[in-house]
């Protein structure tokens, strides 16, 4: 059961929920709230505009960063450029709670904020940067074992 070939496969597993879960919350949140719903979340593009960094204007700055983060979320999600893609999730994640603590830090405190999730997502990043030199061949898992993973 606890054999190289079962570890490595269990490991590739975690690595992939961690990477699949990472990628849809990205898609969700770009699509969602800033592209098919930004009317209904006005607090957003009011962060943008405090934040000065937009161009033409904060909406479409809004549209164009939820495409973004979607386009992200989809390569999570197919796990192109793995380490890539978890390192620009986690820089970006923390832009975002750097401006939304400059621009509203009253949502720093929000039960349903991002501060909480951001975390659970950064977890998710560091899994996937962790097991990402994992072989995705699982029947070179005991060579892989051989070079100093614990059992």
């Not at 700055?61 to 979607?70: N, P």
């Not at 994640?93 to 997502?121: E, H």
């Given at each position: 059961?606890?054999?190289?070939?079962?570890?490595?496969?269990?490991?590739?597993a975690?690595?992939?929920?961690?990477?699949?879960s990472?990628?849809?919350?990205w898609?969700?949140?770009?699509?969602?709230?800033k592209?098919?719903?930004?009317?209904h979340?006005?607090?957003?593009?009011?962060?943008?505009?405090?934040s000065?960094?937009?161009?033409?204007?904060?909406?479409?700055?809004?549209?164009?960063?939820?495409?973004l983060q979607a386009?992200?979320?989809?390569?999570?999600?197919?796990?192109?450029?793995?380490k890539?893609a978890?390192?620009?999730?986690?820089?970006w994640?923390?832009?975002?709670?750097?401006?939304?603590?400059?621009?509203?830090?009253d949502?720093?405190t929000d039960?349903f904020g991002?501060?909480a999730?951001?975390?659970?997502?950064?977890?998710?990043?560091?899994?996937?940067?962790?097991?990402?030199?994992?072989?995705?061949?699982?029947?070179?898992?005991?060579?892989?074992?051989m070079?100093g993973?614990?059992?």
């Amino acid at each position: 059961m606890n054999n190289p070939t079962t570890i490595t496969q269990r490991l590739l597993a975690a690595k992939r929920i961690a990477r699949i879960s990472l990628g849809l919350v990205w898609i969700y949140e770009g699509l969602v709230p800033k592209v098919l719903f930004a009317a209904h979340h006005p607090e957003q593009t009011e962060l943008v505009l405090r934040s000065g960094l937009y161009w033409p204007d904060p909406t479409l700055t809004l549209f164009a960063l939820g495409l973004l983060q979607a386009a992200l979320g989809l390569v999570l999600v197919m796990g192109w450029l793995e380490k890539w893609a978890v390192a620009a999730a986690t820089a970006w994640m923390g832009g975002l709670i750097f401006l939304v603590a400059q621009g509203r830090p009253d949502l720093m405190t929000d039960p349903f904020g991002a501060l909480a999730k951001d975390a659970c997502l950064i977890g998710c990043a560091a899994v996937v940067w962790i097991l990402a030199e994992i072989p995705v061949d699982a029947r070179i898992g005991k060579e892989f074992a051989m070079r100093g993973v614990k059992q």
